[in-house]
Each structure stands twice: as C-alpha cells, then as structure tokens.
C-alpha cells in the first residue's frame, strides 16, 4: 500500500497505561499476546531483536480492527524504547497509524529530553524518507508531554518544532504538539481533555500565525471528544455538524472542514468498529455548508480511508462527486494528493 508523503491517520489515538502483569507468563519462544504484556514485549525483543520482535508483533494484531492496533502498537513502541533505546527507531514502519513511533519517541524524549530531539528527527528523515512527518508527529507528542499542558507549555512545544529542519505547516511535529496538548495522550487513558470548550476556537484565536493552519486542522479532533460530554444525548451526526458550524468561524475554514475530515475514519463507525463508507459521506454532508466544505472534508476522509482501508474503499467515499471535484477526492483516495502535497483546489 502506498504510503508516500502523508500518513496521520488519527485512529483511537489513546494511549493507556504501562501495565505489567508478572503473572501467567509465557514460553518466551512465542510472542506475548495482548496490551497488558509491555513487559513481556521488551524480553521479547531482547531475545530476538528489534525487527524480529516487530514482524512476531505484527502477526499477533493481523486480525484486529485498526483502533486495537494502533493502541497496541503504542505498547510496543515504549517496549521497544525500553528494550533498546533509540537504536530502536528503524524497528518501526507505517503500520497501525504509526503507534510504534509515536510511543517510541515520546518515551525517548521523555527519558533522554529535550537534547535528543534534533537527533531523533535527523533519525526520522533517515529511517522514511519518504514520508517523515509522521515520525515527527511523535515528536511533537512527546515534546509537549515534556513541558506539560498549561498554555505556556504549547508556545514552548511549537518553538522546538518550529527549529526542526523541514517543519511542516499541518502535521510533523507541530500536529503532534497541537494534538498532544489537546489530548493529552501521553498521560495515559484516563488523562482528562483539555478544558475551555467554552471558547472553542482557542489556542487557535491567539497563536502566531505560522501555528495557525495545524493548529485548525487538530481542532476539531478536540470538539468531537469534548462534545461527547457537553452535548449528551446528541448523535455523532449532530455533533458533527455543530464542528462544522463552528468551522464557519474558524481563523482557516478550509483547514478546518478538512480537519473534520481527518477525523471521518474514527467517527464513522459501527458498532462493531468497521468504518463506514456512506456514515462518513452522511457526516461530511452534516458538517458542511457549501460544496467547497463538503469536498475537503470528503478528500479529506478519502485519503484515509484508502490508506486504512484500500484504495477502492477510498474511491468509494467520493462516489457522489462529480466532474473535476471526484477527480480531486479520488486523487486523495490513492494518495497521490494529500495534505502535504496538494493539487489546485477545483471549487
């Protein structure tokens, strides 16, 4: 599956706490099964060594939906850091929305600090050339993890992103600030959202204008998870469509509709957890209030579900688009347009 240049995709991106359970161990010949096995995963890896430990690791989540890997493949990224330290990076690929760096690098800035960040981004360049954001997405979790989550913290986590070479407007290491600031996933699972949906716009309203652009593209990630408890009762269609209103307002509408587009592929589901192709056409249709919206927030959620999914389930989230608009969207479905690498906008 083609990967290139963009791939943050935000899948149940909760990261739960380090959990050892010293009893039932396992034969050490197979790999250890399951989230709660951290521990177990770093003897693993100490015995076979990293990419061993990784191709054992990703036969052992084949079957399970992409949230559950992703969050598993959290637990093995801080096993990996554990097991080995930075050495470890190469260890990681694409798969499962990149959880094994992301883990991965937050702990070793967590550990190492702040000096090791130009390191571990030269890594990054160096181990996916072609598409190093999403590694540097993981440093920006673990940098702003590092100087915490009061409003003070953020400005400091963009600075140091904002130094790295080949900064990124949307997602590197400025996403994964924004993300982690609002999210706060390094904290573990029960870590609270930020507060202050009382003025839902903020940070976005008093960044420098360089943080704007990512800063919008992340803030509806935040609505959604807020909405959940300030509009109780409501439907994911409803809350979707009061992100979009609130898109209206926003300092860049466009990245806005688009962020509500990154977020399609967790949002519509079933309750089985399978995305749904026409639940996330419903949404974007929800979210929008004229065409151009619908078309970002569509390719948007297109370009996720082709990377996640297939590329003909990609395809599919554009099938109500026609003319220059479908081609548009159906670029993104097999990745040849993304957030970093955007053809004219038809609309």
Not at 47 to 53: C, F, H, I, N, R
Not at 192 to 202: A, K
Not at 218 to 235: E, F, H, K, N, V
Not at 300 to 327: M, P, Q, W, Y
């Amino acid at each position: 599956m083609n990967r290139a240049h963009w791939g943050l995709v935000v899948v149940a991106l909760l990261v739960v706490g380090l959990i050892f359970m010293g009893a039932n161990r396992r034969d050490m010949a197979t790999p250890p099964l399951g989230v709660e096995y951290e521990e177990e995963w770093k003897e693993f890896i100490s015995t076979v060594g990293p990419q061993e430990a990784y191709r054992a690791f990703a036969e052992s989540v084949r079957d399970l939906q992409p949230g559950p890997q992703h969050t598993n493949a959290h637990f093995f990224g801080a096993a990996l850091f554990g097991a080995v330290g930075t050495d470890g990076l190469p260890a990681c690929d694409d798969r499962f929305s990149f959880g094994c760096y992301h883990e991965f690098l937050g702990h070793a800035i967590r550990d190492l600090g702040l000096d090791v960040v130009f390191e571990l981004n030269a890594r990054c360049r160096e181990v996916i050339p072609h598409n190093p954001l999403s590694c540097q997405h993981g440093i920006g979790h673990g940098v702003q993890a590092h100087f915490g989550y009061e409003d003070a913290a953020l400005f400091s986590s963009l600075d140091v992103c904002k130094s790295l070479p080949d900064a990124d407007i949307i997602g590197g290491c400025y996403g994964g600030a924004f993300m982690e600031y609002n999210l706060r996933t390094m904290v573990g699972e029960s870590a609270p959202l930020r507060e202050g949906f009382e003025d839902p716009h903020y940070p976005c309203s008093v960044v420098e204008d360089d943080y704007v652009t990512a800063c919008v593209f992340w803030q509806p990630q935040w609505w959604l998870a807020q909405m959940r408890t300030t509009m109780l009762g409501s439907t994911v269609r409803e809350r979707v469509g009061e992100a979009g209103r609130l898109c209206t307002s926003s300092r860049d509408r466009e990245h806005c509709f688009e962020g509500v587009g990154n977020i399609m592929l967790s949002e519509a589901r079933d309750e089985r957890g399978v995305p749904q192709i026409a639940v996330a056409q419903d949404l974007c249709e929800a979210a929008a209030r004229t065409d151009a919206d619908e078309l970002r927030c569509l390719s948007i959620a297109a370009n996720h579900f082709g990377i996640e999914v297939s590329h003909e389930a990609g395809r599919d989230v554009c099938s109500k688009l026609t003319g220059e608009s479908r081609i548009f969207c159906e670029n993104h479905a097999v990745n040849i347009a993304n957030i970093a690498n955007r053809p004219p906008f038809p609309l």
